[in-house]
């Protein structure tokens, strides 16, 4: 089982940055693909970005240029840097931890919320 702990939610103005980051702890696997999703109210959960354990990134094109994700193999840490927030990235943000096994896992999520 793996566990995963958000941290770095919270209420920002339009323009503003903030940092989310992510622990996973349990058992890890060597190839995993860590990445962030998120759900805003009404809507359907969505894929913000995704970090492999080489290091390829995938990003939703709302955020491309605006959001850097992160990881540290080491640590089994995933970040995410986002900078120029927009109201419209108002949501749940949710770590997400694949393993090539199949495995897919969550964490409980941090609401971070963009006032205008």
């Known amino acids: 089982q793996v566990r995963l702990v958000e941290s770095g939610g919270g209420l920002v103005q339009t323009g503003g940055s903030l940092r989310l980051s992510c622990a996973a702890s349990?058992?890890?696997?060597?190839?995993?693909?860590m990445g962030w999703f998120r759900q805003a109210p009404g809507k359907q959960r969505e894929l913000v970005a995704q970090i492999t354990t080489a290091d390829f990134t995938n990003y939703a094109d709302s955020v491309k240029g605006r959001f850097t994700i992160s990881r540290d193999n080491a640590k089994i840490t995933v970040d995410l840097q986002m900078n120029s927030l927009k109201p419209e990235d108002t949501a749940v943000y949710y770590c997400?931890?694949?393993?090539?096994?199949?495995?897919?896992?969550w964490g409980k999520g941090t609401l971070v919320t963009v006032s205008s």
């Open positions: 997400n931890y694949r393993t090539t096994a199949g495995g897919d896992y």
């Open positions: 349990g058992i890890i696997f060597n190839t995993n693909v």
